[in-house]
């Protein structure tokens, strides 16, 4: 199966993350930029009202526990989705972001996609950023409906600790 048409280009590994403004569970304003100086996680997916989003943001939220990384999630689902969902499920150590009025991650990040049912949302995609900043570790999944290789994100955060 072919991978998932972007809005692209992504930012490859070796560059600085760019710009990425948020809104969060709790409806304030967030920016990637906030988290500078600490590793972050970052993962972007579709909703977290698919099962596949929600198995990743649960299985993040307890493996990335304790381990000093901070991770961050970026869908286009509204705060109150967002909201809902973290409090229903218990999620502590994923920072929900909503991509729904900046769009950074659908067009500047280019993590947006262009085809099929889900066009307009976002791409399953992780990425590890260091403390400066700069992307060390990408992964996009081949098709939506696959999960992402959390150990070799995992792993490649724990080695920028």
Same mark, same amino acid.
């Given at each position: 199966m072919p991978q998932p048409a972007f809005f692209g280009p992504l930012p490859a590994v070796g560059t600085t993350a760019p710009t990425l403004r948020y809104v969060k569970a709790d409806r304030k304003e967030a920016a990637l930029h906030e988290h500078s100086g600490h590793v972050v996680i970052l993962i972007a997916f579709p909703s977290v009202d698919t099962s596949t989003c929600a198995l990743e943001t649960r299985t993040f939220n307890q493996k990335a526990s304790g381990m000093g990384a901070k991770v961050v999630s970026i869908s286009m689902d509204l705060p109150f989705a967002l909201n809902r969902f973290c409090a229903a499920e218990g999620i502590a150590?994923?920072?929900?972001?909503?991509?729904?009025?900046?769009?950074? /991650? &659908?067009?500047?990040?280019?993590? !947006? *996609?262009?085809?099929g049912a889900l066009a307009g949302t976002l791409g399953r995609i992780t990425w590890v950023i260091d403390k400066e900043g700069v992307i060390r570790y990408q992964e996009v999944t081949?098709?939506?409906?696959?999960?992402?290789?959390?150990? /070799? &994100?995992?792993?490649?955060?724990? !080695? *920028?600790?």
């Open positions: 150590n994923v920072e929900a972001g909503s991509d729904f009025r900046y769009h950074d /991650a &659908a067009h500047v990040w280019g993590a !947006a *996609l262009t085809e081949p098709e939506l409906g696959a999960e992402p290789d959390y150990e /070799a &994100a995992l792993n490649a955060a724990k !080695a *920028l600790l």
